[in-house]
């Protein structure tokens, strides 16, 4: 297989992750925070919150998925630090705002459980993808701008 077409799939390797683990903490854990099962609770759930609910996870897949896209089509030979950065930026971009999704769960859950909007349990799998995607992207982001800084400039 050439190096551009693993270099391809190992991207999409690295959005699938995050976005399938937090898929199933947010709309399959975190919904059964409101004591019901996860029928229930959907059923249970305003339609102002399943609306958002939904809103929220296409606005969050489509917006990993444009990153992925982005960097997946850059042509040309990627560099070993470049490579490394682009995986970062494709876990932490959805790891990251991953915190939306959950919001919006949160929100859902505690008008169906009275809970004030602060008090709302949080799966501690949303919690570590949330945390460890903003350390991906701050890695990525240095990693980025060392890789622009090393570039030498080209003369007119």
């Given at each position: 297989m050439p190096r551009h077409a693993v270099r391809k799939w190992a991207l999409l390797g690295?959005?699938?992750l995050p976005w399938a683990l937090g898929s199933f903490a947010v709309y399959v854990t975190s919904a059964q925070?409101?004591?019901?099962?996860?029928?229930?609770?959907y059923r249970a759930f305003e339609a102002g919150s399943n609306l958002?609910?939904?809103?929220?996870?296409?606005?969050?897949?489509?917006?990993?998925?444009?990153?992925?896209?982005f960097l997946v089509r850059k042509p040309g030979p990627v560099g070993a630090i470049q490579s490394a950065s682009h995986a970062l930026y494709c876990y932490?971009?959805?790891?990251?705002?991953?915190?939306f999704p959950d919001a919006a769960?949160?929100?859902?859950?505690?008008h169906v459980r009275a809970f004030t909007d602060d008090t709302v349990?949080?799966?501690?799998?949303?919690?570590?993808?949330?945390?460890?995607g903003m350390g991906a992207l701050a890695c990525?982001?240095?990693m980025s701008l060392g890789v622009k800084i090393k570039k030498p400039r080209r003369e007119a």
């Open positions: 690295t959005v699938l925070y409101s004591g019901l099962g996860i029928f229930e609770s958002g609910n939904a809103l929220w996870f296409l606005l969050w897949t489509g917006i990993s998925a444009a990153v992925c896209w932490g971009t959805p790891s990251a705002l991953l915190v769960m949160g929100f859902a859950v505690s349990l949080h799966s501690p799998v949303v919690e570590f993808l949330i945390v460890s990525a982001f240095v």
